[in-house]
């Protein structure tokens, strides 16, 4: 890393190349994890014969380990370094992959959900460090931009994830709940025990690129991208004094509702994507699967129209139209009653794309330096939006009988983050 130095407040006089591209390779690995869960929630729905609102227990599972270990993965970061928390990160990513072998033979919804627990606890180091070293690594004026350009290699995960799902997990023929009407009980509880052996597929080979991905950290210098004070020393803060900071910030808090609300709906729509288009045909789950993939390219597509967008107009305007235009997809998807309502959730994914790096650059904005390590973990805490609005999701749609119906519950969480950047727009002014 020659010619590269670290300024006072913890950037780089420049972006080292080979260290950035490393450091965005994770955010596809954890697009792969969230996206498999799309597939377990079809898979287990049928297998263990659940509820919308237990079947959304996955993503509680899995972004509630993203709540608890946000704090404590900041504390190692504020401790150590970014790249001792991404190691630490990856070793219990394996871990959790790993625990899909037991998973899948005893054969419980519980143990699957401690498996997809496990991952979540790894995850969580990951993109608490990811997400604000990415914004770090390099000169302050392009923070935001580097964090969107690694942001931009998520739906590349997710889209393998579920291609993986599509075919290691679901199967050919009719739909689950079909082939298991006309089978006796004995042959129902054979079927179910074999789908669930599918589900350790994805896993197995997972568990293969982490270790190559873990090495290739392992064996890289990475810069430690902290503030320093003015006798070069490395700036301490107590935690408490950060808490303090962060409660009396009234623009961190609205920006962590925005965010919240956010993780929430996008988790929402992608966990009922698969099941609104098998409700509303007669297609399988490998086939329903598509549209899934559909989404994450639109998705893909979604980030790279707003990245160009945003050199254009200011961000907070185009997140007001992306909000708008959000509001308007997802009421289509839940009051028209025909399969055209499948392809506004799809799109509702394009406008999603620039979402999570503008807030979360736009919240970690509003902390002082000194503070960022911290307040780049509350932000990452967050994401138990997506293990709340999913539930609720689940819940308003057994309530009312209408898995589509309760698509309102992400219409409005698109509400509130339109609110939010419009009244940014406003005090920016």
Known sequence: MKNIQQMPDGYLNRTPLFQFILLSCLFPLWGAAASLNDILITQFKSVFTLSDFASALVQSAFYGGYFLIAIPASLVIKKTSYKVAILIGLTLYIVGCSMFYPASHMATYTMFLAAIFSIAIGLSFLETSANTYSSMIGHKDYATLRLNISQTFYPIGAIAGILLGKYLIFQEGASLTEQMSGMTPEQVHDFKLAMLQHTLQPYKYMIFVLIAVTILFLLTQFPKCKAVTSDNRPSEVKFSDTLKYLAANKEFKKGIVAQFLYVGMQVAVWSFTIRLALN???????????????????????????????????????????????????????????????????????????CWATIYASVLGTVAQEHREVGGAVVVMSIIGAAVVPAIHGYVSDMVGSLQFAFVVPLLCFAYVGYYFFDKMKKNK
């Open 280 to 354: 509303l045909s007669n297609m399988n789950e490998r086939d329903a699967s598509n549209f899934m993939v559909y989404s994450f390219i639109g998705f893909f597509v979604g980030k790279f129209v707003a990245n160009f967008l945003m050199t254009k107009f200011k961000s907070d305007l185009v997140l007001v139209w992306y909000s708008v235009l959000g509001v308007i997809t997802l009421a289509y998807t839940a009051f028209v009653h025909d399969f055209s309502a499948v392809y506004a959730a799809i799109f509702a994914s394009v406008l999603f794309g620039p």
